[in-house]
Nanobody, 124 residues
């Protein structure tokens, strides 16, 4: 089993930055694909970014490409999401997820483990 806990959310003005962290425990995540998703009130959970085990190959939703950066530190069992140039439309609860199988990085039902989420609110 893998336990995931997100941190780093908060309130920020439009144009600002936040860095989310996802700390894993219970098992090393070095071989897992790690993803970030978000869910705004009244909307479905949507893909934000994913990173393969080696930290080199990354995937991003078009809505965040060029503004967000996903990274990982396998030695610390932690994944990060650097969010820059934030917009009010980025307001959502952000979730970290992990899976052991490659492919379909943007699909929530392919991820086996989820954190409880951290709230990001961007004021305009």
């Amino acid at each position: 089993q893998v336990q995931l806990v997100e941190s780093g959310g908060g309130l920020v003005q439009a144009g600002g930055s936040l860095r989310l962290s996802c700390a894993a425990s219970g098992r090393t995540i070095s071989s897992y694909v790690m993803g970030w998703f978000r869910q705004a009130p009244g909307k479905e959970r949507e893909f934000v970014a994913a990173i393969k085990w080696n930290g080199v190959i990354t995937y991003y939703a078009d809505s965040v490409k060029g503004r967000y950066t996903i990274s990982r530190d396998n030695a610390k069992n932690t994944v990060y999401l650097q969010m820059d140039s934030l917009k009010s439309t980025d307001t959502a609860a952000y979730y970290c997820a992990a899976k052991s199988v490659s492919g379909y990085y943007d699909r929530t039902n392919t991820y086996a483990y989820w954190g409880p989420g951290t709230q990001v609110t961007v004021s305009s």
